[in-house]
């Protein structure tokens, strides 16, 4: 694969050269991600796709490729360091393998309570700090945009921590999230999102933990007995782009993309909620997944059982950062 993508490198820097030497062809974006064009991420991509080709007179072309049809997790952050794709919006917890470990700190469970606490830290200057971490490893942090927050699924009823106990759930690749099904006594596998929906069909796993909007996309319910509304985590995504190419971008085009970055950026905030609510009343719909509601006291068990995570995960994401940013958002471990 590495390989492959090397050589899509190769003919993507030949591309970029020659289409600046040449005045009316247009300067290609690749746009790549994993969930399908009907999500939060989808519709802002589509949207970044509409606003930048209108705002550059077509200088510039995007072409979106979603539901990981170009690239999967792990390849597509290669793939944009070495050029084969010029625009991602991984999830915060999908940076560790390529050493930043920082925007894990989003996944620490019960660490964001709505959408407005959220904005604080990623409109704020703790979000702008994050960002400039992507610096260091050739891409530039664009914007944050959203998915929402996340749910439990499995073919077991999930409602007290001991439920959990021995059951392998699939994660992304964050440590955060391994040490958080960890302290509910489960087994984390990290996997692919293209990978789920097989890995819970045939059995590999038993359970995930996402968004609605992603559940119902990917067809997940139709392969989970219940899901438990949990909102123990949120899953948001750091816009990035190949900094060496966004750099050697023409001024007024690269205003141009930014312009249409922030405006995809606004639409995509206003669209979040009911994403996500229609994709949980369609799910409802469906009658193939029970929807489970916790009462007050035992969504504090689950929030009780996770704590520990905090601990455990300090000196990786680190106690400075942790704090930084529960000072943000007005929140303490043991709110
Ligand atoms: C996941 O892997 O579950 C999500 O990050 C997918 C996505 O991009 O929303």
Known sequence: MRKLIMAAASIAALAFTSQ????DSPIVIKS????????PKGKAADKFKELAEKYTDGKVKVEVYPNSTLYKDKEELEALQLGAVQMLAPSNSKFGPIGIREFEVFDLPYILPDLKTLRKVTDGPLGAKLLKLLDAKGMTGLAYWDNGFKQMSANKKLITPADYKGLKFRIQSSKVLEAQFRSLGAIP????????????QTGVVDGQENTWS??????????????TVTNHGYIGYVVVVNKKFWDGLPADVRDACAKAKKEATDYGKNTVDKENDDALEEIKKSGKTEIIALSADQNEAMRKAMLPVYKDVASRVGQPLIDEFLKETGRSPMH
């Open 20 to 23: 600046a030497s040449a005045a």
């Open 214 to 227: 992603n559940m119902y996309t990917q067809k997940m319910h139709e392969v989970q007995k219940y899901a």
């Open 189 to 200: 596998q990290v996997m692919a999102f293209s990978d789920v929906y097989q890995a819970l």
């Open 32 to 39: 790549s991600h994993v969930v399908a064009a009907d999500t």
